[in-house]
């Protein structure tokens, strides 16, 4: 393992540069809808407290990776998890191990950066808002901050220190005073939670609302009367075809007429995107493997500097 680059937290978030993370998802997601992304179901090894996955992935043109993460409810802050492990980079042509990333920061920003391009394809102009303020609501503010500094966000939860908290990760970061009161006003919402039962509810969304719920490891975020009424997204066919930890819980049982649109065939235009005015869109995202190549192919070639290169 010779010229191996094991990068710890720190290292990795460095070399997440946004924009580029934004354009390698957005790639994956494609792939992943057009078939060329070679990715089996997650798999799942199950523990007292919680569980440790394993997600291979090829996306052609990104590379190869798999990573090993394990997701356990964490007992210092009820209804939170943490999500903590490896990625490991491979060359693809050859096989060769490249470098060994840790998966929190990848995964919290690929995360965000599926759920933003979901909210750019389909929801219409309006209040933004996270609802959330773990590890996960902490990089979708930093990613939107990053990426629109002077768009409003605004930040709501359980906690109201963490509201805080997160809210001044944004230069025009809102703490709201509750999650109804925020999300009744919202244009999209975006679900970051550990949330095991739903904390977003049918009744709180206006016309036209567009939620992006990428929580939920444990158990629904959104209620049953949300995925009734909304146009729904996924980033793969197995969200409700697979039951969890690889499948989303909100969308299991879901008629035989329910139709689940994948997020990469909108941004490839082989499905309808753009806002519909009065319409609920719902994106669920569960993960997929093919968005942490993607993640990794950003931070090796940033690391490495194959990005000052041209390369």
């Known amino acids: 393992m010779s010229g191996l680059l094991v990068l710890d937290r720190a290292a990795t978030l460095a070399a997440l540069d946004p924009g580029r993370l934004m354009d390698a998802v957005a790639r994956a997601l494609v792939a992943v809808a057009d078939g060329t992304a070679s990715a089996p179901p ?35 802050r009820p209804g939170r998890s943490s999500h903590r492990g490896v990625i490991a980079l491979f060359d693809a042509d050859g096989g060769r191990p490249l470098a060994v990333l840790d998966a929190e920061p990848v995964t919290a920003w ?10 750019l394809a389909l929801a219409g102009p309006g209040p933004v808002v996270v609802v959330g303020t ?8 930093g ?5 629109r500094p002077a768009d409003p966000v605004t930040v709501a939860g359980r906690d109201p220190a963490g509201v805080r908290a997160t809210a001044a990760l944004h230069p025009a970061g809102i703490a709201a005073d509750g999650i109804e009161a925020a999300v009744r006003g919202a244009a999209t919402v975006y679900c970051c939670t550990g949330a095991t039962t739903p904390v977003l509810h049918r009744d709180w969304l206006a016309p036209g609302t567009h939620v992006s719920s990428v929580g939920g490891s444990h158990g629904p975020e959104l209620d049953a009367a949300t995925v009734r009424d909304a146009a729904l997204f996924a980033e793969w066919p197995g969200a409700s075809a697979t039951p969890p930890p690889s499948g989303a819980h909100e969308l299991q049982g879901l008629p035989a007429d329910r139709t689940v649109t994948l997020l990469g065939s909108v941004l490839a235009g082989a499905a309808p995107g753009g806002h519909s005015p009065g319409a609920l869109t719902v994106f669920k995202s569960t993960g997929h493997a093919a968005l942490d190549v993607a993640a990794a192919h950003v931070v090796h070639a940033t690391a490495t500097g194959r990005f000052r290169r041209g390369g």
């Open 110 to 119: 690929r995360t965000a950066a599926v759920a933003t391009h979901s909210a």
């Open 134 to 141: 773990g590890a996960q609501a902490r990089a979708q503010v």
């Open 143 to 147: 990613l939107l901050a990053a990426l």
């Open 42 to 76: 997650r798999i799942a090894a199950l523990a007292p407290n919680g569980l440790l996955g394993a997600m291979p992935g090829h996306v052609p043109g990104l590379g190869l990776a798999a990573k090993l993460v394990s997701v356990f409810a964490d007992p210092d």
